[in-house]
């Protein structure tokens, strides 16, 4: 008795599947990939497929936090790959960078000085985030609908303010954010360690989770029981935002451009699915950082996975595809009755 | 009863959509004397025969308050494979539409079970669906096919000439069917009626002995439908395959049906709003396109304020709705012999707004 109990809580703790996967993804590598766990130190920095999955993978992670928290509200936000693309574009416009010669050395000079470009586009990302919310909370629409707007015209905005082209960025201190390393580590690893960790404590050591839960749950309960269910909404779609911004910082810099069409696209529907992956429900209520976390590791691993294989990156999307398939039906409570039903008949 | 409303406020939204439809091309006219011509008029609906047979799959999709987001890459896929069987396995062409037909309605099919009996997010699912079909493209080639097959090509270049200059083509015959047939669809059977109900509050649907499980997934089966029969218009229209076609084509659609009237929420919205949602796109593409200086991307940020707008006007009917409730209960008596569907709709509406 006792041990089906513990066998049950395995089978029901909210990690399980996903970490399933995941394990079972790096299982493959072990058996498939040489040297795949090999992690090396080269220049005092640590080099290795797992540690390029982590910095790959940084973007998406910081991405379905904000993802994670506008779900369990029983929202969703199908814009954030636009505000990608306009954040990316506000900061390389910003810094931009011009060859100059001082002294007889090549330096590159930013436009703007690198903080006040950071501090205006992470502004521009949580604005667009808050006006989302505003939408949703003051007008009252649908958090997808309200969304789709910025979905469908941010990409424009953001090509507007590229006037159509990539803009490059030529200013050193700028790529660190995205390409550089601090302790033998990735930088971006340490931005999603703090975001993470800053979001964990916030919603798990102090009331914000258990509030925005209950307003996944039941909106009018929560207001009627006291809290301020539109502002916190709002402030959680503000902070969607915000996310999206820090990962157009990494992604901008890290391909050294910006590039209004096709940067962040499919960005929402990678970050939705890490979270779906991660076990919160999109019908809000109860959520897991963690487990999205862990989803977006799982996207990046099984795309690090397929290139590192030698599989051609072409069969990515359908293997992608699949990957989605058979989580959303393992996870499916249905699904798992009909084939356990199935099983105790056949046995 | 005193004010009772002249226009049935059920109305209202499609109306609001037809009215901006004309005005918007009235502008047109105005501003460019060409908008006069037949000829603009008939490329409206050549330009967006594709456009208008996903966004009918989609109004189904979203009256029953589920979406399809697959619909985009079925179209890219439905063109590869077109053209795969047409040029390399150098099949009878007519087989080949029977075969992308069939392969998108079991994609449909395939979701719909997903959704309802797994109890999935039909968002999710259709994700899925976004990825396996535009996969499966690179998986056929990553290069555009052109299609040199007889058939097609004089399909793609028929001509129904209406007056000397203006004409219409195949696209625009089956752009009119398959409206046609929504409108059927949708208001004189079950299967719409179900979809409605559906849309209105899905558990009621269950409770009045509807056929819901079916339904569900004949919906998303007639989306799939949709999406490969508008995967071969655009196939007719490009006359090749390439895995990037149609790319991001679902919001567009999800767009022109929220123009139309839909109410996202599901169970309210007229499938001939949709086709209005549509051709308001068109008209401002067209507009873009004779202005000539403004960039293409003006055509997305213009969508995503027509969206905007719409919401914003929806938001203010369903608040006057709310207002209106003792009325609105009147009307809903007096209609309930003849058309029990909608006004279940309209009453499961008002739940929701009053929420």
Known sequence: ?347 | MKNKPLINLRYVLLITTISLFVVIYAIGCILYPSFLSLDVFLNLFIDNAFLMVIAVGMSFAILSGGIDLSVGSMIGLTTMVSAHLLEKAHMNPFLVMAIVLLMGASFGTMMGVMIHYFKLNPFIVTLGGLFLARGLCYIISTDTINITNEVYRSISSYRFYITDTAFINVNVLLFIAITILAVYLAHYTKFGRTVYAIGGNEQSAVLMGLPVARTKVLIYTFSGFCSALSGIIFTFYMLSGYALHAKALETDAIAAVVIGGTLLTGGYGYVIGTMFGVLILGTFQTLIMFQGTLSAWWTRIVYGVLVLLFCLFQRLFEANKGKMKPQLQEVDKNKIDSKPDVDLNVSEQRETVSV
């Open chain 1, 1 to 347: 008795m006792g041990k089906k109990g513990s066998f049950d809580n395995i089978f029901k703790s909210k990690n399980f599947w996903s970490l399933t996967v995941l394990a079972l993804l790096l299982l493959c590598n072990l058996i498939f990939t040489k040297g795949f766990f090999r992690i090396e130190i080269k220049d005092g920095h640590l080099f290795g497929s797992l540690i390029d999955i982590l910095n790959r993978a940084a973007p998406m992670i910081i991405i379905s936090i904000g993802m994670t928290l506008v779900i369990a509200t029983k929202g969703i936000d199908i814009s954030v790959g636009s505000t990608l693309a306009i954040t990316g574009a506000v900061v390389a416009m910003l810094i931009g960078g011009n060859l100059q010669i001082v002294d007889g050395v090549q330096t590159y000079i930013s436009k703007v000085p690198m903080a006040l470009a950071i501090i205006v586009a992470l502004l521009v990302a949580a604005l667009i985030g808050l006006w989302n919310g505003f939408l949703i909370t003051r007008v009252g629409m649908q958090p997808i609908i309200a969304t789709l707007i910025l979905s469908v015209a941010g990409r424009g905005v953001a090509q507007l303010l590229t006037n159509g082209q990539i803009i490059t960025v030529y200013y050193k201190p700028f790529f660190f954010i995205g390409g550089g390393y601090l302790f033998g580590l990735p930088f971006s690893i340490y931005l999603v360690a703090l975001i993470v960790g800053g979001t964990f404590f916030l919603t798990r050591k102090t009331a914000l989770g258990m509030f925005i839960e209950s307003v996944g749950v039941n909106p009018v309960a929560a207001r009627v029981s006291g809290i301020n269910s539109k502002n916190l909404m709002a402030a959680i779609y503000a902070f969607c935002g915000l996310c999206a911004g820090v990962a157009a910082l990494l992604v901008t810099s890290n391909v050294k451009s910006a590039d209004g069409i096709h940067a962040g696209e499919l960005f929402e529907l990678d970050a939705i699915l890490a979270v779906a992956i991660g076990g919160t429900s999109l019908a809000g209520g109860k959520f897991y950082l963690m487990g999205s976390v862990i989803g977006a590791l799982i996207i990046q691993t099984l795309k690090t996975t397929i290139y590192s294989i030698g599989v051609p990156p072409e069969i990515n999307l359908v293997v992608e595809a699949l990957v989605v398939f058979i989580v959303m039906l393992i996870q499916s409570e249905d699904f798992r009755k009909i084939v356990f039903r199935v099983k105790t008949v056949t046995e």
